[in-house]
């Protein structure tokens, strides 16, 4: 499928978590996605974003809109170029975190989304894809 | 820094979130928030979220821990307004907000902070 507009937002600072989460909230309700559909894929955005701030200390994200005759959806690519994460499963899991959050942002994210997609290496970095389709 | 408006209404705080929040600002919100409640004595905060248009998991955090501190200092906290599908996001997102309480609408909120406050023995009137 091909993605009919793509934009890059840079996650350096939590006023740019804000910024995401508004781009992302713009472009799912100009999509025709539900109100519901589109706090889903918002409160994930939020979640993830933070995560590349905090854990993978600021990255980006690349907003991808998704359009062919049988489907709709928005695709969100989080990167950065952070420590990595050492055991994705345990990252995963409901609870678990290496911070002072509550453990909810990767595992709570994935409930969110219709596709989850983790890619990490220890000492290169963490690529985090999401869609929610309409 | 830009701070987050807190009312004082007779024993009671008012808390109106309006804007969406980065997180030093629902930091300093909490902070500010648990200052007033000793500060002014108050017995009940109300918090209006019905301009949130997402609650995370950091947002959530905030207003369990801002409840867990304000019942430490004897005040009751009641969230209200929230939207029905940032109520459907929270659950699918593992936050059950666990003690904290909530109304529909700021009336009812208040309703339920004088109730509260009515029937605790505390710091009862003279």
């Known amino acids: 499928m091909d993605a009919q507009h793509t934009e890059t937002l840079p996650i350096q600072t939590s006023g740019d978590v804000v910024v995401v989460r508004q781009v992302v909230r713009t472009r799912a309700a100009e999509l025709g996605l539900s109100l519901v559909d589109q706090t889903k894929i918002v409160t994930a955005a939020s979640e993830l974003a933070r995560n590349t701030l905090d854990y993978g200390r600021g990255g980006q994200v690349r907003v991808e809109l998704l359009k062919n005759e049988s489907r709709t959806g928005i695709k969100l690519i989080f990167e950065d170029n952070g420590p990595g994460i050492k055991d994705i499963a345990l990252a995963m899991t409901d609870g678990y975190t290496t911070g002072n959050g509550l453990g909810l942002g990767l595992s709570g994210s994935k409930r969110l989304v219709n596709d989850f997609e983790i890619d990490s290496r220890l000492g290169e970095g963490t690529r985090i894809t999401i869609v929610r389709w309409k | ?126």
């Open chain 2, 1 to 126: 820094m830009e701070r987050i408006p807190i009312l004082q209404m007779g024993e009671f705080l008012l808390v109106t979130i309006q804007v969406d929040m980065h997180d030093r600002l629902a930091l300093a919100l909490q902070d500010d928030l648990t200052s007033k409640i000793v500060q002014a004595g108050a017995r009940g905060v109300l918090i209006d979220i019905s301009s949130l248009e997402i609650v995370d998991s950091f947002i959530g955090r905030m207003l369990a821990n801002i409840a867990a501190m304000s019942h430490i200092l004897d005040a009751a906290t009641v969230v209200v307004g929230m939207k029905p599908a940032v109520a459907i996001t929270l659950v699918e997102l593992g936050l059950s907000l666990t003690g904290v309480r909530t109304a529909l609408n700021v009336e009812k909120g208040m309703e339920l902070l004088r109730a509260t406050r009515g029937h605790s023995s505390g710091r009862a009137a003279y």
